[in-house]
């Protein structure tokens, strides 16, 4: 088998950045967040490797191809504008806000974009639990969990303001309801990604799971008014 340059290259760019990025005695979460994303690339990076090699693939290994392939950019994207984001998170002490602020910001921007203000606040309360600061290990932030590309591409400028967090998600999922026109597939992409229905891949377990917890939690906000 002849030697893949290519991905001997990108080994050694990525063993370096991790490198770089890890050095130091006191990272910050930014850092740590960059390393851990390095790191996936690097194993991601092996997948592909060895999935290129090979002269024909099944079905399966096709889809698996493009799922990775799909994942690869959106880390690359990740990597490039993670920074900028999480060093403009605030001290906690700072960003506490009531359940009624929140509340009044997901009127406002569910009535600007024409959503059901019920749904906007099962999403929050499934993402974050009203949690401002909310920051999952994947780097999605704030009270809507918008990953940095995705808050990137809606011109988010802090996703850790709450009116701009709310702003961006509630843009994102009506963007989502209108192009799959089911609330359930609506979610799904808002929790993995539009190309997963768009490519019609299996769609991942968790997003399934997270769908349902949605409905479910705006099927009871509703029967409680």
Not at 153 to 165: F, Q, T
Request: aromatic residues 6%; glycine residues 6%.
């Amino acid at each position: 088998m002849k030697p893949n340059y290519r991905f001997l290259l990108l080994v050694g760019s990525l063993l370096l950045q991790l490198v770089s990025s890890t050095a130091g005695a006191d990272p910050s979460v930014s850092d740590v967040l960059h390393s851990a994303h390095l790191t996936r690339l690097f194993a991601l990076e092996t997948r592909l490797a060895t999935l290129d090699s090979r002269n024909q693939l099944t079905k399966k290994e096709q889809i698996s191809l493009t799922q990775l392939k799909t994942e690869r950019e959106r880390l690359c994207r990740w990597s490039r504008v993670s920074k900028q984001y999480v060093r403009k998170q605030p001290a906690k002490i700072r960003n506490r806000m009531s359940r009624e602020s929140i509340a009044s910001i997901v009127a406002a921007k569910a009535s600007l974009y024409g959503v059901n203000p019920d749904f906007v606040h099962a999403i929050i309360k499934c993402e974050s639990n009203y949690d401002v600061q909310a920051l999952s290990r994947a780097g999605a932030m704030g009270l809507m969990q918008l990953m940095p590309e995705t808050a990137a591409d809606l011109g988010v400028e802090n996703p850790w303001s709450p009116a701009e967090n709310i702003d961006g998600g509630v843009r994102y999922i009506r963007a989502m309801l209108e192009e799959f026109r089911d609330p359930w597939k609506a979610l799904v992409s808002y929790n993995c990604g539009p190309e997963i229905l768009r490519q019609g891949l299996p769609i991942p377990g968790e997003s399934r799971r997270y769908a349902r917890k949605v409905l479910r939690v705006f099927v009871k906000r509703g029967r409680g008014k």
